[in-house]
């Protein structure tokens, strides 16, 4: 009994520093449940008319409110903690034909994005996020393809590594 009392209390502990991380968050930058819907409706926006982006997400998206849902969930995850996305985005983009070239089209058009709808503080947190998991999905990606990249490395799928 004395363990699951320890147990409860940490748990409550966790989810009220979570809560007081969350506000720090919000108070600073002014990240709300409405701006992610704009950021994310206006990224996917500039995504599906994007020449290289669009098709690759057009091959693999054929109602896009669900996938909008989605990534409303996963951006509040990831900018706010809020614990609503429950996914594998690993898993989603492995078998995606997708490499630095498409990374960095997919944080420039986020980037615009991002600068066009955020406030200058909101922006730059969600900038410094979308930098992480590009770096994160590529990194998983070479590593599926038996690549080890190197650090400064970016993966190319004509097997090519190059540093920059």
């Known amino acids: 009994m004395h ?3 320890l147990f409860k209390e940490t748990v409550v502990t966790a989810a009220e520093r979570r809560e007081r991380i969350t506000a720090e968050i ?3 930058t ?3 449940e409405p701006l992610i819907e704009r ?6 926006a500039k995504v599906r008319a994007d020449t290289v982006l669009g098709p690759i997400f057009a091959a693999r998206i054929e109602d896009w409110e669900p996938h909008l849902a989605r990534m409303c969930a996963f951006w509040s995850s990831v900018a706010l903690m809020s614990g609503r996305y429950h996914g594998t985005p690993m898993a989603r983009h492995l078998p995606m034909p997708i490499d630095a070239d498409h990374f960095d089209r997919w944080l420039g058009l986020f980037e615009m994005t991002a600068r066009e709808v955020c406030p200058a503080e909101a922006a730059a947190h ?3 996020l979308a930098r992480r998991i590009a770096a994160s999905l590529e990194l998983g990606i070479a590593g599926a ?3 080890l990249l190197a650090s400064g490395e970016r993966f190319r799928r004509d097997g090519v590594g190059e540093i920059r």
């Open 26 to 28: 919000v108070a600073r």
């Open 30 to 32: 002014g990240i709300t």
């Open 3 to 5: 363990l699951k009392y």
């Open 39 to 44: 950021l994310v409706r206006g990224f996917y």
């Open 126 to 128: 969600f900038v410094e």
């Open 145 to 147: 393809q038996g690549i």
